[in-house]
């Protein structure tokens, strides 16, 4: 059973960097069977992929977050870690990360894991 558990601050400041991360058991993340993805949904809005990354290493990332994100990751601990800097009230949203064959994801399908997700506010 693959399981996945998002960890980090619930609360971050305008302009500060949003760190989260990935913890994943049952699979190692350098397995190139999934993409390991980040997910986030703002509060009356719709899913969002922001980016994924492989198990040999590549990385995607969607073009809107223009270069704030990356996605880290330390194999020794099978962790993976999404880094948005200059955050605005606008990146408030819940976020997720997921384990899925599919590059993009924004909804479960059969065969995902996904961790239960991890609200973050961007407030002063």
């Known amino acids: 059973q693959v399981q996945l558990q998002e960890s980090g601050p619930g609360l971050v400041k305008p302009s500060q960097t949003l760190s989260l991360t990935c913890t994943v058991s049952?699979?190692?993340?350098?397995?190139?069977?999934?993409?390991w993805s980040w997910i986030r949904q703002p509060p009356g809005k719709g899913s969002e992929w922001m980016g994924a990354?492989?198990?040999?290493?590549?990385?995607w990332y969607d073009p809107s977050l223009k270069s704030r994100a990356t996605i880290p990751r330390d194999t020794s601990r099978n962790q993976f870690t999404l880094q948005v800097t200059s955050v605005t009230p606008e990146d408030t949203a819940v976020y997720y990360c997921?384990?899925?064959?599919?590059?993009?994801?924004?909804?479960?399908?059969?065969?995902?894991?996904w961790g239960q997700g991890t609200h973050v506010t961007v407030s002063s």
């Open positions: 990354i492989s198990g040999s290493g590549s990385i």
């Open positions: 997921a384990a899925s064959s599919d590059l993009v994801v924004t909804s479960y399908k059969g065969g995902d894991y």
């Open positions: 049952g699979a190692s993340i350098t397995s190139d069977y999934y993409y």
